[in-house]
């Protein structure tokens, strides 16, 4: 008899522990979403370095042209936040309008 193979699943107390930020995004031109995702990563990367991009983990939820939301571990969501508001770009200006634990919760700051 053969098993189906399974895939290798993480206990909860491994894994790493995730905030939803939610960003709203004020430029003086039209940006696309790839425009607006490269601006964002250029703004963690030049603050917090490569190594701590890597390890804050920045996952892309939704993104439109004046919202983003942004999925951070836990422990570098003030690097990033102050990253994002030190912002040296100066067609875009991005600001945090809340930092939720859940999803849903991150959606009610779009409201």
């Known amino acids: 008899m053969i ?10 107390t ?5 905030h939803y930020l939610v960003l709203k995004i004020f ?3 039209s940006l696309t979403e790839r425009e607006i995702k490269e601006k964002i990563d250029t703004a963690i990367l030049s603050f917090i370095g490569t190594l701590g991009y890597a390890n804050a983990g920045p996952q892309y939820i939704k993104t439109s042209s004046n919202f983003a939301i942004l999925s ?3 422990k570098y969501v003030d ?3 102050s990253a994002l508001a ?4 100066r067609n875009i200006n991005i600001q945090c309008v809340g930092v939720s634990g859940t999803l849903l919760k991150a ?3 779009l409201e």
């Open 79 to 81: 690097y990033v936040k």
């Open 107 to 109: 959606q009610r700051f």
């Open 14 to 18: 491994l894994k790493e522990k995730r």
């Open 72 to 74: 951070i571990t836990t």
């Open 86 to 89: 030190i912002n040296k770009d």
């Open 3 to 12: 098993k189906k193979s399974s895939k290798l699943k993480l206990k909860p």
């Open 27 to 29: 430029s003086s031109q």
